[in-house]
């Protein structure tokens, strides 16, 4: 039983990344449209705020072991 509801909880806390990661390269994409000359800034700032983005997902994962 509690396995059930562990794999229910992650999958709930994998749409809050999801989300957020969708978002994110969206904007950068729509950024560097406009501003291509900007596109290197973008791109790091990009991959940092990703790797913040999936900490959430793997915290949540960890926390489906722990509880």
Same mark, same amino acid.
């Given at each position: 039983?509690?396995?059930?509801?562990?794999?229910?909880?992650?999958?709930?806390?994998?749409?809050?990344?999801?989300?957020?990661?969708?978002?994110?390269?969206?904007?950068?994409?729509?950024?560097t449209?406009?501003?291509?000359? =900007?596109?290197?800034?973008?791109? =790091?700032?990009?991959?940092?705020?990703?790797?913040?983005?999936?900490?959430?997902?793997?915290?949540?994962?960890?926390?489906?072991?722990?509880?």
């Open positions: 039983m509690t396995g059930d509801i562990a794999t229910i909880g992650y999958g709930l806390a994998t749409i809050g990344p999801g989300i957020g990661l969708g978002l994110l390269v969206a904007k950068t994409q729509e950024a449209a406009r501003q291509p000359e =900007v596109a290197g800034p973008l791109r =790091v700032n990009m991959f940092i705020g990703a790797a913040l983005v999936e900490a959430l997902g793997l915290i949540g994962f960890a926390a489906g072991f722990v509880f």
